[in-house]
């Protein structure tokens, strides 16, 4: 158990339909990352926060956004959803921002689109 | 820009054969390397990382990579496979300016007995 944890753990909906995800870091760590893994991406960065404020942009499209609360739980919206956002979608968290620091890992919500 | 390259998508052992799984990276700083293991319907876990230091990084469960910066490699090894090894394994390493992982596309373990 790596201490993040994640919700739902799986989640079916339609096209063109909004879902939110949530993730809780571990105790202590104040950087949330977001990782989609698929098929044919393989596992892609979306994005980061630290403390609250948006640090890092990767691989994420203009209907997905996220944010980090005070609390440091974020969530991942993802909106007008297609058939190709289905995937598994990671949250992972490190004590801190930057290369060194390891990132514990959710164990994912599997997002089907039908 | 940051890549990473894994050799073999698929890699079969058997149980008490040596296990290399072999990762190339490539990066314009120097980098920060980590091995992760997926089981099945799970997250990933941390098996072991290169930040600094020395070259041969122990990690989890009897695993551990050499950091190879002439041959730009990272190569995971274990002497001995267990059944229990049979999993999918990634090598990353972070991007340039160190806020996200960059991962490989995954090798998948499979032990035999």
């Known amino acids: 158990d790596s201490g993040v944890t994640q919700t739902p753990k799986h989640l079916i909906t339609a096209t063109g339909q909004r879902v939110t995800l949530r993730c809780s870091p571990r105790?202590?760590?104040?950087?949330v990352y977001w990782y989609q893994q698929s098929l044919d991406q393989g596992l892609q960065f979306l994005i980061q926060y630290y403390n609250g404020e948006e640090r890092a942009k990767g691989n994420i499209l203009e209907r997905f956004s996220a944010q980090q609360f005070p609390d440091l739980h974020s969530e991942l919206n993802l909106s007008s959803l297609e058939l190709g956002d289905s995937a598994l979608y990671f949250c992972?968290?490190?004590?801190?921002?930057?290369?060194?620091?390891?990132?514990?890992f959710g164990p994912g919500t599997r997002l089907t689109v039908t | 820009a940051q890549s990473v390259t894994q050799l073999g998508s698929h890699v079969s052992v058997s149980e008490g054969a040596l296990v290399l799984l072999r990762c190339n990276y490539s990066s314009s700083v120097p980098p920060y390397l980590f091995w992760y293991v997926q089981y099945p319907n799970q997250g990933l876990q941390l098996l072991l990382k290169y930040t600094t230091g020395a070259t041969l990084v122990k990690g989890i469960n009897g695993f551990e990579a050499e950091f190879k910066k002439s041959e730009t490699s990272f190569h995971l090894t274990k002497p001995s496979a267990h059944m229990s090894d049979a999993a999918e394994y990634f090598c990353a390493v972070t991007n340039q300016a160190g806020t996200a992982l960059i991962f490989g596309k995954g090798t998948t373990l499979s032990v035999s007995s």
């Open positions: 105790s202590g760590d104040l950087s």
């Open positions: 992972a968290s490190s004590v801190e921002t930057g290369g060194p620091y390891e990132q514990y």
